[in-house]
């Protein structure tokens, strides 16, 4: 069962101190303690997605350029005016768009250009490789990663996708 999270709070969660780009066995004990009770949290949140995208080669996905193994990047917000910049980053995972033929880039961009109102639902994810990014492409470390369910309102109520 996933826990409801406002999107004000997934975008408030505290980034614990010693949390940086080196590997987590490079971490602080009590940085990994600090983080386990968030990571192993399933939540869902409301928002509307600004933007999709097929990400390029990362170290989550052994670096590999064939497209089915690569993650889709999702910005959702809590409005569709928003910035990216207040955004969220959402991945869905290539093993588990494998089971959900119809979470396609083209399904998902529809979203976008509709300004749908989504709920998003998956693991809690810290990802430290884009503190860069904070505040320009994204308003906080945190994820929604991987996303294990996808739906849209739709005639008063949520459909899945």
């Not at 780009?21 to 009590?30: C, E, F, G, N, V």
């Not at 995208?53 to 999702?74: I, T, V």
């Not at 995972?93 to 749908?116: G, Y």
Request: proline fraction near 6%; glycine fraction near 6%; charge should be negative.
């Amino acid at each position: 069962m996933f826990e409801e999270v406002q999107f004000e709070d997934l975008t408030g969660l505290d980034v614990p101190q010693g949390v940086s780009k080196k590997h987590r066995d490079q971490w602080p004990q009590s940085t990994l303690e600090a983080l386990a009770p968030q990571e192993q949290r399933s939540v869902q949140v409301v928002g509307y997605l600004l933007k999709v995208k097929l990400e390029g080669r990362e170290s989550s996905n052994c670096g590999s350029d064939e497209q089915a193994e690569r993650d889709f990047h999702m910005w959702l917000a809590n409005s569709p005016d928003d910035d990216r910049s207040e955004a969220v980053v959402v991945e869905i995972t290539p093993r588990i768009r494998a089971q959900h033929p119809s979470w396609s880039l083209k399904n998902l961009n529809r979203f976008v250009k509709q300004r749908s109102r989504v709920r998003i639902s998956g693991w809690l994810m810290l990802d430290p490789e884009h503190p860069d990014q904070v505040g320009k492409t994204r308003s906080t470390l945190w994820e929604i990663h991987p996303i294990l369910k996808v739906e849209v309102w739709s005639g008063g109520r949520w459909r899945a996708l």
